[in-house]
């Protein structure tokens, strides 16, 4: 039965429907209930707990104050709140966008220049919000997966390596990977013992606390609730017990804050925060001067962070959807994390984004819908107003052990592995995206990997895979059964001697598309010469779409083949196929058939007909060598079906064909 045709809304209707797409929580804001407002508050609180000290220390890996990080850490919550498909997503600041701005962005003395950092955030945002606008949310579609997974695994080893510093209290190490390790290496007999100490014991804290997580995470009594909590709340807890050792050590004069001095080294001080800026970021629009808009490394730097932000957050929230069972638009995601950016630019953020680790830990604790940001934003406002004067007793050391343990798990050493093995093909995009990043630089190693993968891509597209298929049943006395189906031979000279008719099956690897058109044309000119078969039928399934370099090549083999006297027969085109054929002219030199078997049927009764003719039929000199010169007649075929109640143009399925060709 045909199916029935949509009808079509009016122009209005369709605008409406767009403009609203935009807004989405229009959608979920009716059925709105006290219940999930319990649920969003607390997830919303569990995710403020966490956000703070993570806020904290991923502004060290972008190279900006502190106070940075919890800029960047709220106003994306209340904007996602609208816009915002997904209710598990929380945006904010996330590793990857900590050293993607360090690295697009000018450093005096080490620093990030702050202007330079909320020009990217502006810039990315208005990037991803036309990119949302006009649906161009595929683009990304162009990096695969292996390219990703090695720049994501050479940014954790980035950052996780540029924190070792942090760890050994080590002062003038340059940010770079190469660089990094040199130096660390270097000044490692600078070791301060206090600041190890404090981070080895709180990396191993956090690691217990993340297996107390995970023990806990399905439990249903208060203890195990409670339990959990605690894990989740981890990197909140470390923090502030780590803060209130120091303070309690500096305030009996036990132990001092570090202070650079090359002559004397004193290993039992803290490294610590120091004071930061305690107040609400000043609402102000971001530097649009000469220096941040004729800065070409800005500008580049603004593409890669706009496409890799929302690549990072789109993995994310599909994973989460499929897990909760609900939809995301891909298009509005790119909307509601351009707009997050936009406003966020505002309030002196630098880039955000979706966050893998308080996106998991959002919908473990429950939460029902977007709003369970406002709580998060909120979290966050308070801590900057009144909590930013304790702020200055966090080691530096426990920051470090929160960035090392939250970079742990992006490391895909197992993806190589599983690449290896399945497509070994994709392993170089795998390790030139790996190294590249790591030795070049992330943009640099993206860059050429995406090249490599698009040159893999072309390469496929100019040879799709045409294969020679024959029936998987043909016995030494050429008789043919087609219930058994089809299976892909290698040469056509074999084939010849052995298929009824000596007609060949060649099968359309995939759309026919200009890449591949001349692939396409001269394997079938090749495969006539070959062969001398007298008819190539086009297994045509695969190839859902034909574009007009495509049909011209194909018309131009079956005129070539005509002059021949090999026939060309179409089998299982679509309607589309079907139409641009007749339009480009070439139907009345092809027949078209629905199903393979039955082309291959018609097409032997064609030829067999043109025999009885007086034509011969053209098996090539191979072939005749086989058989008794005497011959001149050369082959006869006997044609027909095992069940004679059945109609030859019946569904070949439910008939047992028998073709044989006698000498």
Not at 30 to 47: C, E, F, M, R, W
Not at 160 to 185: M, Y
Not at 244 to 261: E, M
Not at 378 to 389: D, K, P, Q, S, Y
């Amino acid at each position: 039965m045909p199916l029935e045709r949509e009808e079509s809304k009016p122009l209005p209707t369709h605008l409406k429907e767009y403009f609203l797409s935009f807004i989405p929580f229009i959608k979920w804001l009716p059925h709105y209930s006290l219940s999930k407002a319990q649920n969003d508050i607390v997830a919303g609180l569990t995710v403020g707990l966490m956000v703070v000290p993570q806020g904290l220390a991923y502004a060290s890996i972008a190279g900006l104050d502190e106070q940075y990080g919890l800029y960047s850490a709220f106003m994306g919550c209340f904007v996602y709140i609208f816009m915002g498909t997904a209710k598990d997503i929380t945006l904010g600041p996330t590793a990857i966008m900590s050293l993607m701005t360090a690295s697009n962005s000018d450093q005096i003395n080490g620093k990030t220049i702050p202007e330079h950092a909320i020009f990217l955030t502006f810039m990315a945002g208005l990037i991803q919000l036309a990119m949302g606008i006009f649906r161009l949310g595929f683009i990304v579609d162009f990096i695969a997966y292996p390219v990703i997974s090695g720049f994501t695994s050479a940014a954790a080893i980035t950052i996780g390596f540029g924190q070792v510093k942090n760890l050994l209290g080590l002062q003038g190490v340059r940010r770079p990977f190469i660089e990094a390790v040199h130096d660390t290496f270097y000044n490692i007999g600078d070791t301060i013992i206090a600041d190890l100490l404090l981070g080895f014991v709180c990396l191993v804290c956090i690691f217990l606390l993340k297996r107390l997580k995970e023990k806990y995470e399905t439990s249903k009594s208060v203890l195990g609730k409670t339990l959990w909590l605690i894990g989740t709340a981890r990197n909140a807890l470390i923090v502030a017990l780590a803060a209130i050792f120091v303070y309690a050590l500096l305030n009996t004069n036990k132990t001092s804050a570090c202070v650079k001095d090359p002559t004397h080294i004193n290993r039992w001080c803290f490294n610590i925060v120091g004071s930061i800026n305690s107040t609400f970021p000043k609402v102000a629009p971001p530097s649009l001067s000469k220096n941040t808009i004729h800065n070409g490394k800005l500008m580049k730097g603004a593409v890669v962070i706009a496409l890799i932000g929302y690549l990072e957050s789109i993995a994310i929230g599909k994973a989460f959807a499929r897990q909760n069972r609900y939809e995301i638009d891909t298009s509005q995601e790119l909307v509601a994390i351009g707009s997050g950016n936009i406003v966020s630019s505002f309030f002196q953020s630098y880039p955000i984004t979706g966050s893998f680790s308080r996106t998991a830990v959002n919908a473990a604790s429950g939460v029902s819908t977007p709003l369970g940001g406002a709580t998060t934003g909120i979290i966050v406002i308070l801590a900057l107003e009144f909590l930013t004067g304790l702020f200055k007793y966090i080691p530096k050391a426990a920051l470090a052990s929160i960035i090392i343990a939250s970079v742990a798990n992006m490391i895909k050493y197992k993806v190589p592995i599983s690449i290896f093995r399945v497509s070994l093909e994709d392993i170089l995009p795998f390790f030139v995206s790996f190294f590249g990043s790591l030795l070049i630089g992330i943009e640099e190693g993206v860059g050429i990997a995406v090249g490599v993968n698009v040159l893999y891509v072309l390469y496929f597209s100019a040879r799709p895979g045409n294969k020679l298929l024959a029936p998987s049943s043909i016995s030494d006395d050429g008789s043919v059964n087609f219930n058994d189906g089809f299976h892909d031979v290698k040469y056509a000279n074999g084939l010849a001697t052995r298929m009824p008719g000596g007609i060949m099956i060649l099968q359309i690897g995939s759309n026919l598309l200009f890449p591949g058109a001349s692939n396409l044309a001269q394997t079938m000119l090749d495969l006539q010469t070959e062969s001398k078969c007298p008819a190539i039928v086009l297994d045509c399934r695969k190839a859902n779409y034909v574009d007009f370099t495509g049909m011209l090549k194909l018309q131009d083999a079956t005129h070539e083949l005509g002059k021949r006297n090999t026939k060309v027969v179409l089998a299982g085109a679509n309607e589309n196929f079907q139409k641009r054929a007749t339009r480009a002219g070439l139907a009345p030199q092809v027949e078209f058939f629905d199903d393979l078997d039955v082309a291959i049927v018609q097409t032997l009764l064609s030829l067999t007909e043109q025999h009885e003719n007086g034509r011969d039929l053209a098996f090539g000199e191979h072939d005749r060598d086989n058989h008794d010169d005497d011959d001149d007649d050369g082959y006869s075929m006997d044609i027909g079906v095992v069940n004679e109640k059945s109609s030859l143009l019946s569904n070949t399925k439910e008939l047992n064909y028998y073709v044989v060709a006698k000498g």
